[in-house]
């Protein structure tokens, strides 16, 4: 059973334009929502952060928003430029530090 | 700082036969853990270890087993390799918290045949 749940499995954006992804859990007992970027052949590196009393976090083109009645939280990667090419994961950790990964998102920008 | 390092990169195991993925770090990390990433599934938890000596259960640990000796290694045992562990294995660790970011080593691709 997927702990995080993920939405799309691959976006197309054309270079400039907004990507966005999407995610949901239901485990009241997460308190920690990072998101990781893949490039191929490589590890999920940590991209952007955000606690759950925190409705909005910005760093630089990357903004996660959270929504902690619904259960929801989305990336939203400004002026999406080609390398922002790769995948991205949605996760969630509980109080044991275990980090659950959503299904990721293969965002592919078009010059 | 080489980070998080994983031993071998590739390997391709016979259906049957035993074999130790290495995880070493050296940012005395006491979380340490390991994940599988499967398409489509995104990355699983194997195991995990809050410290030397500790270890525990994730979401799919069946046929793998782990031992955490000292802080810097977390070495990842396949008893009997099967068909359905052909994967991308990743080993990662954190500070206690994950609030930090966890470091993901580079990954081991198995192939069981």
């Known amino acids: 059973q997927q702990q995080v749940k993920q939405s799309p499995q691959s976006l197309i954006v054309q270079k400039g334009g907004i990507s966005i992804i999407n995610c949901a859990y239901e485990?009241?007992?997460?308190?920690?929502f990072p998101w990781y970027q893949q490039f191929p052949g490589k590890g999920p590196a940590l991209l952007i952060a955000?606690?759950?009393?925190?409705s909005e976090k910005k760093e630089g083109r990357f903004t996660i928003s959270f929504n902690k009645s619904a259960k929801q939280f989305s990336l939203h990667i400004m002026d999406s430029q080609p390398g922002d090419s790769a995948t991205y994961f949605c996760?969630?950790?509980?109080?044991?530090?275990?980090?659950?990964f959503g299904t990721g998102t293969r965002l592919t920008v078009i010059p | 700082n080489a980070g998080v390092t994983q031993t071998p990169k590739f390997q391709v195991l016979k259906t049957g036969q035993s074999m130790t993925l290495q995880c070493a770090q050296d940012?005395?990390?006491?979380?340490m853990s390991w994940y599988r990433q499967d398409p489509g599934m995104g990355l699983r938890l194997i195991h995990y270890?809050?410290?030397?000596?500790?270890?525990d259960q994730g979401e799919v640990p069946n046929g793998y087993n782990v031992s955490r000796s000292t802080t810097e290694d977390f070495p990842l045992r396949l008893l009997s390799a099967a068909p359905s562990q052909t994967s991308v294995y990743f080993c990662?660790?954190?500070?206690?918290?994950?609030?930090?970011?966890?470091?993901f080593g580079s990954g081991t691709r198995l192939t069981v045949v």
């Open positions: 990662a660790s954190s500070q206690r918290q994950g609030v930090y970011g966890y470091t």
């Open positions: 485990n009241t007992a997460f308190d920690y």
């Open positions: 955000i606690r759950p009393d925190v």
């Open positions: 996760a969630a950790i509980n109080g044991a530090n275990n980090l659950f």
């Open positions: 940012m005395n990390h006491e979380y």
């Open positions: 270890s809050v410290g030397a000596g500790i270890t």
